[in-house]
Each structure stands twice: as C-alpha cells, then as structure tokens.
C-alpha cells in the first residue's frame, strides 16, 4: 500500500515469508516455483501453473498470509496491497533468461548492495548457486487462536513449525547436473554484479548496505514514486510478443460477447476455456457454459 516498506527484510520477516511461500506450494502442488526474491514494498515469482485457477488460489494464499503476518508484525492495520497481482507470459528462452537476471539483480541493480548474496530479504540466491536449503516458519494461527478461546495462555511458538521451500528447476536448464546449474546461475550473478558496479563507477554513485536497509521504518515509504505500466508478456521477438497479445484480445473479445449473450438468457453462450465464469467458477478446457442460469432481468 503506497509503497510503503511493510516488507522490509528482518530474520523474523523473512522466516515467515518462506513460511508463507512453502505452505503455498503444498496447498498447489501443480504450481511450480522457480525463482523469487522479496523486497521491501514488493516481490516477484518466476513460477508456471497447469491453468489460471491454479495460479490464482496460489497467488490469493500468498498475498492473504503475508498481509496477515507482515501487518502483525509491523503493526499495519487496514488494505495491504494496493492491487491484485499481476502475471505476465515468458514466451522463450532469451526472455527467460532476461526474466531470471532481472529478479536475482533485487537490491544491486538499486545500489542497495553490492552482491545477489548480501540482499538481506528473503530471495534464492544462495540456494541456486549453492544447494542451500530455504527453511521458514509457518505458524498455524489456527490453532493457536482455538487455544486463545479455550483461555490457555500459550506462546506464539508453540504452534510454529519450519518448513522448506523447494524450488523447481527451471525447464529450459531441466538437462543440466546440479553442479552445471550451480555453475550457470553463478554466472549470471556475476554478471550482475560486475555491471552494477562498473554503473556505479561511471555515475559516481555508493551502495547504501544492507544495514540501512534493516534500519528503514516499515511505515515509510519511497521519496519519489515511480509508476510503468505492467508488460503484456516477455519475448525475445517482436512476432511472439504480437501474436500473444492479439491471442489475448480475441479471448476479451470472446468473453464479452458471451457474457453479453448469458446476461440475456441465451442458451448459446459460449465462454472460451481458461476464464472465470459469472460468478467465480473456473472453466477448463472441454468443459461448457455456466452451470447456473442468468439473473433475472439482466
């Protein structure tokens, strides 16, 4: 909200941003998630879905429980994202791989640190370039608010338990031995950070460190705002960007008309698969109209 640092990195935070980021996982299994990083007012996924319900209810548990547990923690009451989340299509591998450096430079390409590694939110780093595992804490509030009701005095911790985030690997990388992966995404980081600081060079310009990151008012937020329209997709070409974006227009364009024939009565609305129905129902490919009649007077 505002873009304000609710987010901002602390042991406590990010145990529970990995917490919140695991129990998504098992909640959708089909979901598989590739790389991420957390920063202090926003974050980004690399993930794949089977289908957009799929990747909604994801989305849904992940902005629920961190709202939840970062407004607790931070003493935020009220809205906590300012929108719904937005996903775009990577179409190919030269996008992919543009995608994967653009979410590991988080915190060096903004002069907050000088290395991928010293971000000190939560992100997969380290796990990609050494194994690593990306353990966090999932309290099961649950629980813990029954035993809150029956009148037991009992410790927040008594109902955390830790899990683990396992990522995917990522398909266009899918032939690669563990240690080539390692090698690979070592790489990029490298790259990343001799560019950051080869800019930094030119422009004169500091990194401000990790410990003044830790030290930001959660309730603060950015001096200047900057605002760009979200991308439509990521392709390496212009061919795959158009024909992706007209796809989309023609599925609008389906849509609206069938809604407009189903608001009307008609029997013949015919919704195109991969949309949410009136109502919230998600329809799959080879499944048919609406299982419910239009509103009267519509």
Excluded at 11 to 36: E, I, T
Excluded at 57 to 71: H, Q, S, V
Excluded at 217 to 222: L, M, V
Excluded at 264 to 285: N, R
């Amino acid at each position: 909200m505002q873009q304000r640092f609710l987010l901002r990195p602390s042991r406590r935070l990010n145990a529970l941003v990995l917490g919140v980021l695991s129990m998504a996982m098992k909640s959708q299994p089909d979901v598989c998630v590739y790389v991420f990083s957390f920063a202090s007012n926003h974050f980004h996924i690399i993930l794949s879905a089977p289908n957009h319900k799929a990747l909604s209810d994801f989305m849904c548990f992940i902005n629920t429980n961190l709202a939840k547990e970062a407004g607790r923690l931070h003493n935020w009451f009220g809205p906590f994202w300012s929108r719904r989340y937005h996903a775009s299509a990577i179409l190919d591998r030269e996008s992919m791989i543009e995608r994967l450096t653009y979410v590991l430079a988080h915190g060096v390409k903004e002069n907050l640190v000088a290395r991928c590694s010293q971000w000190p939110g939560a992100n997969c780093a380290k796990a990609l370039t050494s194994g690593e595992p990306l353990l966090g804490i999932w309290v099961d509030r649950s629980g813990l608010y029954t035993a809150n009701r029956s009148g037991e005095n009992v410790p927040v911790r008594d109902f955390e338990r830790h899990v683990e985030v396992q990522l995917s690997r990522l398909p266009w990388f899918a032939d690669l031995s563990d240690a080539e992966h390692q090698a690979k995404i070592q790489e990029i980081i490298e790259e990343i950070q001799q560019s950051a600081a080869i800019k930094r060079l030119k422009e004169g310009k500091r990194v401000m460190g990790a410990r003044r990151v830790f030290r930001q008012n959660p309730h603060a937020r950015p001096r200047k705002i900057t605002r760009s329209p979200a991308p439509k997709c990521h392709a390496g070409s212009k061919d795959k960007w158009l024909k992706h974006v007209e796809s989309y227009q023609l599925f609008k364009v389906l849509y609206r008309r069938a809604v407009n024939l189903w608001k009307a009565g008609s029997k013949e609305a015919d919704f195109p698969p991969g949309c949410f129905l009136p109502g919230g129902e998600f329809l799959l490919a080879g499944d048919t109209g609406p299982p419910f009649p239009a509103p009267a007077g519509s």
